[in-house]
């Protein structure tokens, strides 16, 4: 008996019985007495702590990895090429050094993609942000500007400097 077999059999004993929707007599109602499966979800989504990198961070990001550990791959076979003496030691040795510049570029490519895209599409503020405190005191300036404005005008509209007197 293979496990793949036990496994099935385990499976099915923990399922849930699926029960027909319809009814005995085939009337497409379900029976009265007859109640529903309880299906549990296999995930429950979470939301995410950290916000997602943008797509050309996470590209480079990705392409980074990727250089880097075909960089540790060659280092590794580099230094067992070594110690077993083989012809192949020095190739993979050059090889390494090339591929470590690559690598350190592929990192730094990582940084200088995140700085000009924050550059272009803005920063969320933070809290701590002083643009946030500037910007919050110009809005009031404004927002005074506009009240004083409007009282001129209602002065203004209802003839408030020829009524001073009414004599």
Known sequence: MGSDTV????????????????????????????ERPYYRPLWVEEPAKR????????????????????????????????????????????SSVASTVVATWAALDVWVTRQVWTQRNGVVSTPSSTARALRRERRRVRRQA??????????RRSGGAEQLSHS
């Open 51 to 94: 916000r997602r990198l943008p797509d050309p961070v996470r590209t480079a990001a990705v392409r980074a990895v990727l250089v880097i550990a075909v960089t540790l791959i060659q280092a590794m076979v580099a230094f067992l090429c070594t110690l077993a003496g083989s012809w192949l030691a020095f190739p993979m040795v050059l």
């Open 146 to 155: 506009r009240v004083a404005e409007r009282t001129q005008k209602r002065i």
């Open 7 to 34: 496994m099935g059999t385990l499976e099915r004993q923990h399922e849930a019985p699926v029960a027909s929707t319809a009814g005995a007599r085939g009337s497409g109602e379900p029976d009265v007495g007859q």
